[in-house]
């Protein structure tokens, strides 16, 4: 007796299931993909905010330190990657703090705290709650580093 292998006919059942498949897709897992894939951006653009700031204030006396903080904050709102994730800083402080208190130099380390807010790329209506996807996400950020000596010492 001879086998003979019955495969599905070509008559077009295909496109029956290409389309709610295509809208499944394009509908449920293409946005919030997008929104996911954009906050790694927004977090990597708050970082980048932060590190200024930080860089900026330990390269000044702490009674500079406002002085500092907005100026690297003008420079990151000029840069592209804060246009586009549409970024505001919500928070911003410096702080300064003696490490090691027996040796005799005054401050060792800048620290600065940071906290933005990222709008969503794409507006998803069915997931409007979940923050990143569909309502506004804040970013904390803290960061430090050694203060710079202007040659008192």
Same mark, same amino acid.
């Given at each position: 007796m001879k086998y003979r292998a019955r495969g599905?006919?070509?008559s077009g059942h295909e496109f029956v299931e290409f389309a709610p498949a295509l809208f499944i897709l394009l509908v449920c897992i293409v946005p919030p993909m %997008?929104?996911?894939? +954009? %906050?790694?951006?927004? +977090?990597?653009?708050?970082?980048?905010?932060?590190?200024? /700031?930080?860089?900026?204030?330990?390269?000044?006396?702490?009674?500079?330190?406002?002085?500092?903080?907005?100026?690297a904050r003008v420079a990151w709102e000029a840069s592209t990657l804060?246009?586009?994730?549409?970024?505001?800083?919500?928070?911003?402080?410096a702080q300064?703090?003696?490490?090691n208190p027996t040796d005799n130099y005054p401050i060792d380390t800048a620290i600065v705290s940071?906290?933005? /807010?990222?709008?969503?790329?794409? /507006?998803?209506?069915?997931?409007?709650?979940?923050?990143?996807?569909?309502?506004p996400i804040e970013f904390a +950020?803290?960061?430090e580093r050694p203060q710079e000596e202007y040659g008192i010492n």
């Open positions: 599905r006919k070509s %997008l929104d996911l894939l +954009y %906050l790694g951006i927004a +977090y990597a653009a708050g970082w980048y905010l932060n590190h200024l /700031q930080c860089r900026e204030v330990a390269c000044v006396p702490p009674a500079r330190k406002a002085d500092s903080l907005a100026r804060a246009k586009f994730v549409k970024g505001r800083e919500t928070f911003s402080d300064f703090e003696d490490r940071t906290r933005i /807010q990222i709008q969503p790329f794409l /507006q998803i209506p069915f997931l409007g709650s979940v923050p990143g996807i569909g309502a +950020y803290r960061s």
